[in-house]
């Protein structure tokens, strides 16, 4: 039987399409359907609910140090009350998860883990750093407003997080609801994620849709949002087989964790990933843009000019900014260049495609350095 958040109820009153989603139960879509809220977050402000996601709170002496033994993050150098993309890799230089860790103004960590990961994440993380205590904070709830009004709209209930700068955080009362908010969020847009408590989650909800920028948007929307700005999904463009380098986020392996960086190594596949950094991979992520209006789906096989299988699709998604079907897969580099075609394979027939630079839309945050 899938679990609740705090916002099911509420979904149910909006009309929400719900589905079985990591072991819960959530919206897919709202009565407006997937591209108007698409479009609507775009546009304006959008307000997702992602209290299926794992907040845990990490303490414990040598925190930062020892979390870097699993992950290839500069977690030491980071300031607190800011936030920075970190991957847990295994010993081939897979990623187990990728998640987003934020320093606490007392040194302890906050984390945010993918729901489907999260229980996985946490035996792993006990497992391997016992010295640290790991609490996963159940009795809270995530919520996300994204979009080019959501600024304007979080400024008018709470002053203090109109500067509020990308990966920065800040804990604050959302009129007087205590909050803890980052500026962060999966859609390529500015925005904010808004833990608060799981009793008050409702009402902070209410209060936000009340505001006339903002829309309840479901998942569907979210998937096609960061599709287009090219953000990777665990268990799509990031897995235990797919390494860092192969998924063309290099920029996640902190310099100082680099070969020849002050604390070089010292986490799960840090050789193999040096090795790729220096002599390549044998496949990349690519963008892609259906040439026509017919879909493709995730694990159909992509061809080059001559009929050869050189990949596969991983994600794909309609995407309402761009006009048309996307998709992101994995081929050889030979055929990762940006205005090559290829062709998916849906069930004998042939779908052409063009390989288009990622993101595809530019990313819009809020930065402050």
């Known amino acids: 039987m899938s679990l609740e958040t705090p916002l099911t109820q509420l979904h149910v009153r909006l009309g929400a399409k719900l589905v079985e989603f990591a072991g819960y139960t959530m919206p897919i879509s709202y009565p407006s359907g997937i591209i108007a809220e698409h479009q609507h977050t775009r546009s304006k402000a959008g307000l997702f609910d992602v209290s299926h996601m794992g907040q845990v709170l990490v303490s414990g002496f040598n925190v930062a140090e020892l979390l870097e033994s699993v992950m290839p993050a500069d977690l030491v150098a980071l300031a607190p009350n800011r936030s920075t993309y970190a991957l847990l890799t295994n010993d081939m230089g897979g990623v187990r998860d990728d ?12 984390l945010v883990l993918n729901a489907s990961n999260k229980h996985a994440d946490l035996a792993y993380l006990r497992l391997a750093l016992p010295e640290l205590t790991f609490e996963l904070l159940d009795d809270r709830a995530l919520l ?3 979009g080019p009004e959501a600024r304007a709209v979080l400024s008018r209930l709470d002053m203090v997080t109109e500067s509020l700068g990308f990966m920065s955080a800040r804990e604050c009362s959302v009129n007087d609801i205590p909050c803890f908010v980052t500026c962060s969020g999966y859609t390529g847009e500015d925005g904010f994620e808004i833990s608060v408590n799981a009793s008050k989650a409702a009402h902070l909800a209410e209060l936000l849709l009340a505001e006339t920028e903002v829309a309840p948007i479901g998942l569907g929307a979210r998937d096609s949002l960061r599709l287009e700005v090219g953000l990777c ?69 992509l061809l080059n000019a001559d009929g050869l299988e050189v990949g596969s699709i991983c994600s794909d998604a309609f995407g309402a900014s761009v006009g048309g079907p996307i998709a992101m897969g994995f081929v050889h580099p030979d055929f990762s260049q940006i205005g090559a075609t290829l062709k998916a394979d849906v069930r004998g027939k042939f779908i052409d495609l063009e390989v288009v630079a990622l993101p595809m839309l530019p990313q819009r945050y809020y930065r402050t350095d």
Do not use: C
Not at 99 to 110: P, Y
Not at 247 to 263: E, F, M, Q, T, V
Not at 270 to 275: G, K, Q, V, Y
């Open 99 to 110: 998640l987003i860790a934020t320093k606490l103004e007392d040194g302890r960590f906050f």
């Open 144 to 146: 996300a407003l994204q």
């Open 233 to 301: 999904l665990h268990g799509h463009e990031l897995s235990p087989e797919i390494t860092p380098l192969e998924a063309r986020l290099k920029w996640a392996i902190a310099p100082s964790r680099r070969a020849g960086g002050g604390r070089e190594g010292g986490y799960p596949g840090a050789a193999i990933l040096n090795e790729q950094m220096s002599n390549g991979v044998n496949r990349v992520r690519i963008g892609l843009r259906v040439l026509g209006r017919r879909p493709v789906r995730a694990g159909q096989p």
